[in-house]
């Protein structure tokens, strides 16, 4: 089946085969249809989820004994309900953006072991997913880019980017301000059109359909 990232609670994940990595997006909660992805080294067979956001049993249906670490994208209660859970039955290290960690400990209850720095590197087996800092839609929100070798970029952006807009900063100007400055300058100003990115609510999308729009979300405030 060809991968198009069109997900939704309560069906199946749609998986995507890389030459050297396999991604596979499953939706959960019907309520707030958060993403998580479950990337694998084909090589290794070692796991990296991306954010652990709600019902743990569907997650850990994905996952096994490979799983190594859960990034947290970021803060929001959203995005980590099902992290004590995978965390408890996997061992797996958490890895969250170093402004947000207290705050994900605070709520969850689990202790972040690698405090994430722009620039830093996620190993995935044989694999590696470079962080992005996105500030903005949370102090510490992480986007982890992955350069497949023989083909394009692949971007997990949790709520910074999607189709149509950069995430919600809550009528927050300066807020605001930031995230849409950090978007154009550490995503648009350094990948290219081809990149695919994966954000943590909907559908996926590609850097090359919404450049031409980014004068317009700037000029719109949101």
Known sequence: MTYTGEVAPGDAADVRDLPHLTITKLAVDEKMSNNCYLLQCRETGEQVLVDAADDSAALLRLCDSRLASVVTTHQHWDHHRALAAVVEATGAQVLAGAPDADAITEQTGVEVGTR??????????????????????TPGSVALRYDDPEGHPHLFTGDSLFPGGVGNTFGDAQAFATLIDEVENKIFGTLPDETWFYPGHGNDGQLGNERPHLAEWRERGW
Not at 116 to 133: K, M, N, P, T
């Open 116 to 137: 994430l720095q722009h620039g830093d590197v996620v190993r995935v087996g044989r694999c590696s997913l470079e962080v992005i800092a996105l500030a903005g839609h």
